[in-house]
RNA sequence: GCGCUCGUAGCUCAAUCGGAUAGAGCAACGGCCUUCUAAGCCGUAGGUUGCAGGUUCGAUUCCUGCCGAGCGCGCCA
């Protein structure tokens, strides 16, 4: 809809530019934005405010000069003026606006689709909690964020890949390992401690107990050596027992990825040796001795060379350890690896979103990643703060530790898909939430996943109604007259509904699902207002039939958003 | 000490890559159910956008400096 305003101010400027009111050749670039307040119209242009330099005019000076290169014939547009400094306000025409209807209704699941991206192929890696233990909540926003950024850039044309990074490989597994070896010792009596460092928590118990009750004995000869590396196939056994901890918590929140991808196979192939002499090769890596950390006391540091990668080069604020000290590789180097592999798969964008405690790690990635392929922006980094659970206003304790933390999988069971994802969502990312438990399955207004499946609820329920009087089901279909929607409320009902792409747009451009959610706790609230103004099954049945298509364009509406939200869209409450 | 993310109504948060008079919900107060779901609606009240400068037609938004919060700061992931 915004493009009919769009297409109008640029055959203006365009004119301007014939008349030679305006210079010829590339201007700055001007809005077409739908303004806040509705008094202003459905469009406004800041065009004259941003050009009246070029044109040597006042602002609104230039904005009358525009007006009058307008036709005045225009079927489209009711109405149009200068207002404020410069800016001028245009109306759509009330058929126009009432078009969306049959519109919406005919696009169906695809109403708010888009093909702003040009097919644009875009990795998304998220959640990539380690195999070490249960998803905890933190994970579960970034899972719930990522796969909303995923959706979000396939709906607007894009071609998106969901990828899960397994670390499997690393000194974490290893404790892993030992922390399930000892466990599994004390189930057969003997005194066990654990170590500092280690996963002491219930799961590693019960993993513990399913080795036992699968290989009984077998384990108890292995020496308890934790210098040395825990056998294998205990150590795979626990990992496999994780994950599909965390595929099953994933399924539960109805997340699928199209990979995962596995450290390991990065080692196992040579990768990060390949990319450390890619990085040679360019000059880039050196052996060195880094600076003591400042601000942080490190009791156990000693100047010692490293092999390092000139991350200074490229923005960040110290060149990066590749190996430590007994020579096997750093997570950075396994993780540039990775990275470069993403690459090479000919992606034109690679999205991560991490936890905001690994926001010290983006510029040197970025930096090592424009190093190897010459592109400067290739990863975009997005990070979600952490989430505070809360039930009823006191704080919830979490540690791995201690094993006290609460899991994602608890507060699914506790308070549901629906209300996990969408209200994870209703929260800019880079803000961290307070979740409580209590609020998520209140049912107030406090709450807005209800609010907004209720809004939808409620439309099932005019229909329902519809057809308990024994009327003709096919009414509401948006093809009969529909001049009848006259009222205010009615109208900026649906302009409402024409601003759902360019939201989309906006959201996916900015990479802020939680424009989806708050566009639909917007709707919600418009049609609960209408809903309380208008009767919807008037004895006119020509208007009754109008609403009808209205309210069912709503409805189709509420039900794309929340589908793209992965929240359900339930027919009655 | 340095870096990142933030600071908006009493509380939780929005504010369209710089736009016009900064908006919702909750909490407070007052109204609306014999009619399609009251899990709803309407109204009242609530603000020096942390502070001070700067950039310009215009700043919650961008820049600089302070104040305050969270996260991070060789060989952990």
Do not use: C
Request: charged share 25%; hydrophobic share 40%; net charge negative.
């Amino acid at each position: 809809m915004r493009r009919i305003i769009e297409n109008l101010v640029a055959g203006i400027i365009e004119k301007l530019q014939s008349d030679a009111l305006l210079p010829a050749g590339e201007l700055p670039e001007y809005k077409v934005e739908r303004p806040r307040d509705e008094s202003h119209g459905d469009f406004s242009t800041n065009a004259a405010l941003v050009l009246s330099r070029f044109a040597k005019m006042k602002p609104r000076d230039l904005a009358e000069k525009m007006l009058a290169a307008l036709p005045s014939e225009q079927k489209e547009v009711d109405s149009w003026e200068v207002a404020g400094p410069g800016f001028i306000n245009f109306r759509i025409t009330p058929q126009r606006i009432r078009q969306l209807i049959p519109d919406i209704l005919e696009a169906n699941s695809d109403y708010g689709r888009s093909t702003i991206g040009n097919g644009q192929r875009i990795l998304v890696e998220f959640v990539s909690a380690n195999p070490t233990g249960p998803m905890h909540v933190g994970h579960g926003r970034g899972a719930v964020m990522g796969d909303a950024i995923a959706t979000i850039l396939q709906v607007t044309g894009h071609a998106v890949e969901r990828e899960y990074y397994i670390n499997d490989a690393g000194t974490q597994i290893g404790v892993l390992g030992w922390s399930v070896m000892l466990r599994y010792r004390e189930l057969f009596g003997y005194e066990i401690s654990m170590p500092d460092g280690s996963y002491p928590a219930q799961y590693v118990i019960d993993i513990a107990q399913s080795l036992k009750d699968k290989d009984g004995e077998r384990w108890l000869e292995i020496t308890t050596d934790l210098s040395a590396a825990p056998p294998l196939e205990v150590v795979n056994f626990a990992m496999e027992r994780i994950m599909g901890w965390i595929r099953h918590d994933l399924e539960k929140i109805n997340i699928h990825f199209d990979n995962w991808f596995s450290e390991r196979t990065l080692h196992a192939k040579g990768k990060i040796d390949e990319t450390i002499e890619q990085l040679t090769k360019k000059d880039l890596i050196y052996e060195g001795v880094l600076e003591p950390p400042k601000g942080k006391l490190l009791d156990d540091w000693e100047a010692r060379p490293q092999l390092l990668f000139k991350a200074t080069q490229f923005g960040d604020s110290v060149d990066r350890a590749l190996k430590k000290s007994d020579n096997s590789a750093t997570y950075f180097a396994a993780d540039i690896a990775y990275h470069f592999d993403k690459a090479e798969r000919g992606f034109d964008l690679l999205i991560d979103v991490w936890g905001a405690d690994h926001g010290g790690y983006v510029k040197r990635v970025q930096a090592a990643l424009t190093a190897l392929t010459g592109k400067k922006k290739l990863l975009d980094v997005e990070l979600v703060q952490m989430v505070n659970l809360v039930r009823g206003g006191e704080p919830v304790k979490m540690s791995k530790r201690d094993g006290t933390f609460v899991t994602l999988a608890e507060v699914v069971d506790e308070v549901g898909s629906d209300a996990v994802r969408f209200l994870f969502l209703t929260r800019s990312g880079g803000a961290a939430l307070d979740f409580d438990l209590e609020l998520a399955v209140s049912k107030s207004n406090d709450n807005p996943v209800f609010y907004v499946q209720y809004a939808h609820a409620r439309i099932n329920a005019v229909y329902r109604q519809l057809a308990e009087k024994g009327l003709e089901a096919g009414l509401g279909d948006g093809s009969g007259d529909l001049s009848g929607l006259t009222q205010d409320s009615e109208l900026s009902l649906i302009r409402l509904l024409g601003a759902y792409p360019e939201m989309l747009e906006g959201a996916a451009l900015n990479r802020e699902p939680h424009r989806v959610p708050y566009y639909l706790i917007d709707l919600a609230s418009a049609f609960h207002t209408y809903y309380n103004s208008t009767r919807i099954l008037d004895d006119d049945v020509v208007l009754m039939a109008a609403r009808l298509s209205l309210i069912s364009a709503v409805r189709q509406v509420l039900a794309n958003g929340l589908g793209l939200l992965g929240v359900s869209a339930p027919e009655k409450m």
